[in-house]
């Protein structure tokens, strides 16, 4: 049963790291043949670039985001991101922390208020964007992406990072615009969100 492995923030598995193998050790198992381009992406930023982990690496760095699974198991929460105008889900910058199930949770926690989310420790999504922040050059975010359950009677108390909230079904992704990489993780992380609970 996976069920047991679900951390919560205070776990010591999700203590802070600055090895950056550490994030390497999320990244490699991933094995889905859709993902191995972005797998080795990421393995050719973190062998070649000094500082991965850091925001201000360029042409891109690491980040870690969530798939938010709601207590009914057919609904993903999305944010409607205040600086980029569109719809995503909970995730941010490493600011170097290799511990990425550990960045995933804290951006969720962070975004969205929620308390009592749990994270699974093994990457379910891997994704590079391009991101066009205001008042920055555009870069890519080799995302690391994790499933997220939120407790039954979850209340979201979202900050001031996005204007909008909403739990969705995967169905209705494409309506609100969301990438082709968003409705691949919501797919692919309620199917392993079933298997936690299950």
Do not use: C, Y
């Not at 598995?13 to 993902?35: F, K, T």
């Not at 170097?96 to 960045?103: E, H, K, M, T, Y």
């Not at 999504?125 to 870069?139: F, Q, R, S, T, Y």
Request: without cysteine; charged residues 25%.
């Amino acid at each position: 049963m996976l069920a047991p492995e679900l951390l919560t923030a205070d776990s010591p598995r999700l203590a802070a790291s600055r090895r950056v193998g550490d994030a390497w050790a999320v990244i490699a198992p991933v094995d889905n043949p859709e993902l191995r381009g972005e797998r080795e992406r990421m393995r050719a930023l973190i062998a070649a670039r000094p500082f991965p982990l850091d925001r201000t690496e360029r042409p891109g760095h690491l980040t870690g985001s969530s798939l938010v699974v709601h207590a009914d198991l057919e609904r993903t929460l999305v944010l409607f991101h205040s600086k980029l105008q569109i719809w995503v889900q909970p995730g941010g910058h490493a600011d170097g922390d290799a511990n990425l199930p550990a960045v995933a949770l804290r951006e969720a926690t962070e975004e969205t208020g929620i308390i009592g989310l749990r994270v699974w420790p093994v990457a379910v999504d891997l994704d590079i964007h391009e991101v066009h922040p205001p008042k920055e050059d555009a870069h890519f975010h080799h995302d690391v992406r994790f499933v997220v359950l939120a407790p039954d009677g979850a209340e979201i108390d979202a900050n001031h990072e996005s204007e909008a909230q909403r739990w969705v079904r995967p169905s209705e992704l494409a309506d609100l615009g969301a990438d082709v990489g968003l409705q691949r993780l919501a797919a692919n992380g309620l199917r392993l969100a079933s298997r936690l609970v299950g």
